[in-house]
């Protein structure tokens, strides 16, 4: 099947799915492989998919446009920007997610790729109030977004969909992929102080989540209170030390991306956000030599590398996604990893097994793993490896993806 029939074929399988999944509710990890079976409602918050999903049906938009998939973006776009005036201090680290694949995606799509929102667009104030939320995490004795919690909550972690609760002094890997809304924000409404505190987070991430070994942590601790540097943590990965596979794709994927964005804007020296990004394809290159041998990553790779390890397909298609960007925009300055970007094609031929129904499900990528710690989660499609398996796809068709910021 040709690339264009394969991206086809996912718009097709989501417009299927939206019938199933419920206004109000969005995919998290599937349920015996049934997605709708496993989609889940916030109580205070949307669940953090819920970007995934409206970034799914973006992508679907753009491929095959449908009066049903433009209802539910309108419907769930409006309720969320809702929310993000009402109560946006009391949303996590992945705001960015939910805004960037959602809101932004329709407002920059709408106006064309890279245009200016200009004054009085739809969701101009929502965008500019979620800015505001995630710049209001960073503690400035420590230097970090706060991943999980808000102002006020117990601190306990409580991994509950839209009640995402967690140590004031934490924070993940995961957040890379956030500080993109921040840097867009800083260029669209004239606030520097938003790139500043990506470039903090940022730099506090590279140097306590990335070693010199090539591996990416998880997470940190840091007192609050004294900026206190405590010492590594995970959530989901195999030991607070180990290299949890979605760690590393995060890094992969986010740490390019803002390097490049931080460099455009003058907040980095050109030369330093080349360095960052020549390490983010290094990371890329470690991902790709130590996955399993199908060539899918394993969910830690402290895992023993054989056929029996639990392999996490969504952690190999966010990469693959990173991939497919960077050789669409012309090579990485990637002098330590040279010819990382050539890879896409072996890993993409990886993964495409896994998107057969028999092994997808209702979804359009199988084999993802949200928690193995927790038994949660294994081999089944979850939204954000079906997000970015998808955008993959789409980049390797030329189409415009919410994350070309």
Not at 10 to 33: C, K, Q, S
């Amino acid at each position: 099947m040709s690339p264009r029939g394969r991206l086809e074929e996912m718009a097709a399988r989501t417009r299927v799915l939206l019938e199933a999944v419920p206004e109000g509710a969005a995919p998290y990890v599937a349920v015996d492989g049934d997605v709708a079976a496993g989609a889940v409602r916030g109580s205070r918050t949307p669940p953090w998919t819920l970007g995934f999903w409206l970034g799914q049906l973006h992508l679907t938009q753009a491929v095959t446009p449908d009066p049903a998939v433009r209802r539910r973006l309108d419907a769930e776009q409006e309720q969320l920007c809702e929310l993000v005036l009402d109560r946006g201090p009391e949303f996590d680290h992945d705001l960015g997610f939910l805004m960037i694949l959602g809101p932004l995606a329709d407002e920059r799509a709408a106006r064309g790729q890279g245009g200016s929102l200009g004054v009085g667009t739809r969701y101009r104030r929502p965008l500019e109030a979620a800015c505001e939320a995630l710049a209001g995490r960073y503690n400035e004795r420590g230097r970090f977004l706060r991943a999980h919690g808000w102002e006020g909550s117990g601190g306990e972690h409580i991994d509950q969909p839209g009640d995402n609760d967690g140590p004031a002094g934490r924070f993940i890997a995961d957040t890379w992929m956030n500080l993109p809304l921040l840097l867009w924000g800083a260029r669209e409404f004239a606030r520097p102080t938003l790139a500043q505190v990506a470039l903090g987070h940022a730099r506090t991430a590279r140097e306590l989540l990335t070693g010199a070994d090539g591996w990416v942590l998880h997470g940190f601790e840091i007192d609050p209170a004294t900026g206190e540097r405590g010492g590594p943590s995970t959530i989901q990965g195999a030991s607070p030390t180990s290299p949890w596979s979605r760690a590393q794709a995060w890094t992969v994927y986010g740490m390019e991306l803002s390097a490049r964005m931080l460099g455009a804007d003058g907040h980095l020296p050109r030369a330093e956000a080349e360095l960052w990004r020549t390490e983010a394809a290094r990371l890329a290159e470690q991902f790709l030599a130590h996955s399993l041998p199908s060539g899918v990553a394993p969910w830690d790779f402290s895992m023993p590398q054989g056929d029996r390890t639990v392999p996490d397909t969504s952690a190999s298609a966010i990469v693959l996604a990173a991939l497919e960007g960077w050789a669409a925009k012309g090579p990485v300055a990637a002098t330590g990893a040279p010819g990382v970007t050539d890879r896409s094609a072996s890993l993409d031929a990886a993964l495409r097994p896994w998107s057969v129904p028999d092994r997808a499900g209702t979804g359009l990528l199988g084999g993802g793993c949200y928690y193995v710690p927790a038994g949660r989660g294994i081999d089944e499609p979850c939204a954000w490896g079906d997000y970015f398996w998808m955008e993959a796809a789409a980049r390797r068709c030329g189409l415009a993806v919410p994350y070309d910021l």
